[in-house]
């Protein structure tokens, strides 16, 4: 069995030292997350199958779905907290399960040594200067009214000009989960947002991409995919992405 040396904390050749406190080793990237009762299905990134390879996990203490999609100011002790239990646990970069978080980015990412992206929308900048000048983002929200100025320029969205908006409140699968969490209509919720996203597409046919904030749509991103023919990105492609910068491995091949 090889062993990466660098990557298991080794600072004398062939001597490993241990950074996991808590009997389990093995995690580069780290998911904060809150204690929500949602139905957890494949493709949510607190679904420990979602994923091909091993997430830490810590849940955020104290505080409930509504105080982080308010952004209120209690959630960002529990954030730092929950972040510098993961840094302790070895892994390489965190990830923010929700993209509320993005209300905390600038905290967590001074509140440890590793890198942090607390949501996907810190993504947004860059993927922007990755389209076509021509081109636009979609994101669809789980409530659009969570899109404050303050997560904006947590974010460092500095304007919405290229940003085209949508959110999920006014379908009836998704809010028969807001209301009754513990049960999901799977297949009724992944239909009527495919739909939902394939109008919002056609009404603006200059979007070139888009992007799930909410992190109980990514399940539903490859029907969103063949429905619209765009780029979708997540919080799932999001901590795929930390993963693979985290963990390098050495390419084997002929020439």
Not at 67 to 88: F, H, I, M, Y
Request: proline letters at 5%.
């Amino acid at each position: 069995m090889a062993i990466d040396a660098a990557f298991s904390g080794t600072d004398e050749i062939g001597i490993l030292r241990s950074r996991e406190l808590g009997g389990v080793g093995g995690y580069a990237v780290g998911v904060l997350h809150v204690a929500s009762p949602f139905a957890f299905v494949p493709g949510n990134i607190q679904n420990a199958t979602t994923l091909p390879f091993p997430i830490a996990y810590e849940c955020v203490s104290d505080v409930t779905l509504t105080d982080v999609l308010t952004g209120q100011s209690k959630v960002e002790l529990g954030l730092v907290a929950a972040a510098r239990r993961l840094e302790a646990r070895g892994v390489r970069a965190i990830v923010g399960a929700c993209g509320s978080f993005a209300n905390f980015q600038r905290t967590l990412k001074n509140a440890v040594n590793v890198s942090v992206c607390a949501s996907v929308l810190v993504q947004v900048p860059w993927l922007l200067s990755c389209l076509p000048s021509h081109k636009r983002m979609g994101i669809i929200f789980a409530d659009r009214r969570s899109f404050t100025l303050g997560m904006q320029e947590q974010c460092a969205i500095h304007t919405l000009e290229r940003l085209e908006i949508t959110d999920c409140m006014d379908l009836a699968p998704f809010r028969a989960l807001l209301e009754r969490p513990y049960e999901v209509a799977h297949a009724a919720l992944g239909s009527a947002i495919t739909q939902h996203v394939r109008s919002f597409v056609h009404q603006h046919p200059d979007i070139g991409m888009l992007m799930l904030q909410c992190s109980e749509l990514p399940p539903y991103a490859a029907a969103i995919q063949r429905a619209t023919g765009l780029p979708v990105v997540d919080v799932n492609t999001l901590v795929s992405w930390a993963y693979s910068v985290s963990v390098r491995h050495a390419y084997s091949g002929h020439i």
